[in-house]
Nanobody, 125 residues
Framework: QVQLVESGGGLVQAGGSLRLSCVASGRTFSNYAMGWFRQAPGKEREFVAAVSWNGSTDYADSVKGRFTISRDNAKNTVYLQMNSLKPEDTAVYYC???????????????????WGQGTQVTVSS
């Protein structure tokens, strides 16, 4: 069965860094976009970053220049390197796999088929 498991979240001070990992199992997702979303309390889940099947990347304006998404298809894993973290980055971070075969990066929640259970990122000031 398909399963995505995030890890790497935690508590970090503003300006610090974290590296999130998401390991997928049950299928190979090398031909699908993978993305990261986040959801803060009381807010809707929002797009953070995505990487297409061919490695193209896309970022929300709020994280551009600070976060880097990457994938290792051999490990069926997607990463999110988060630098210069801000308190407003505090949220539960979710990884996801896109619906479309060889799709480009997607920004909408509806464009993703599988989701992890999330990992908490808390940035203190």
């Amino acid at each position: 069965q398909v399963q995505l498991v995030e890890s790497g979240g935690g508590l970090v001070q503003a300006g610090g860094s974290l590296r999130l990992s998401c390991v997928a199992s049950g299928r190979t997702f090398s031909n699908y976009a993978m993305g990261w979303f986040r959801q803060a309390p009381g807010k809707e889940r929002e797009f953070v970053a995505a990487v297409s099947w061919n490695g193209s990347t896309d970022y929300a304006d709020s994280v551009k220049g600070r976060f880097t998404i990457s994938r290792d298809n051999a490990k069926n894993t997607v990463y999110l390197q988060m630098n210069s973290l801000k308190p407003e980055d505090t949220a539960v971070y979710y990884c996801a796999v896109g619906y479309r075969y060889r799709g480009t990066f997607e920004r909408a929640v509806r464009d993703y088929a599988y989701w992890g259970q999330g990992t908490q990122v808390t940035v203190s000031s």
